[in-house]
């Protein structure tokens, strides 16, 4: 009630429901938490509210053989962001292509995310957004 009235976000979590969750292989899970009356498990709205709090986002990077989710702080500028995966990606950073996660989702293919006029090319001033894929290209 006191973080309510001081205006602060709370998380409840019950360890030992979360312990119990854990455990489970991933079925079981689903089935758990629906007799729970729970849509996902406590951990994932604590990290959820985490990220909130500390203004983070996750931006993804995507190739043939690797998927990756890179974690950034709220404002950070494509040069920079690129500069997380590597220090010559920010030097020499020209442009970044990207999409949002959800078009590949709703259109199951980057040409596809393409053809629907969805991927876009950014210079250095792009503010990435939480759930960018992001291709850097840049010259060193």
Known sequence: RKAATEGNEVVMICSKLEEEIAQLDPAERAE???AAGLKEPG???LIVEAYKLLSLITYF???PKEARAWTITKGTLAPQAAGKIHTDFEKGFIRAETYH???LFEFKS???IKEKGKYRSEGKE???KDGDVMLFRFNV
């Open 43 to 45: 951990l994932n709205r």
């Open 61 to 63: 990077t995507a190739g």
């Open 101 to 103: 996660c959800n078009d």
């Open 110 to 112: 980057e040409s596809a």
């Open 32 to 34: 758990f938490l629906e």
């Open 126 to 128: 792009y503010l990435v």
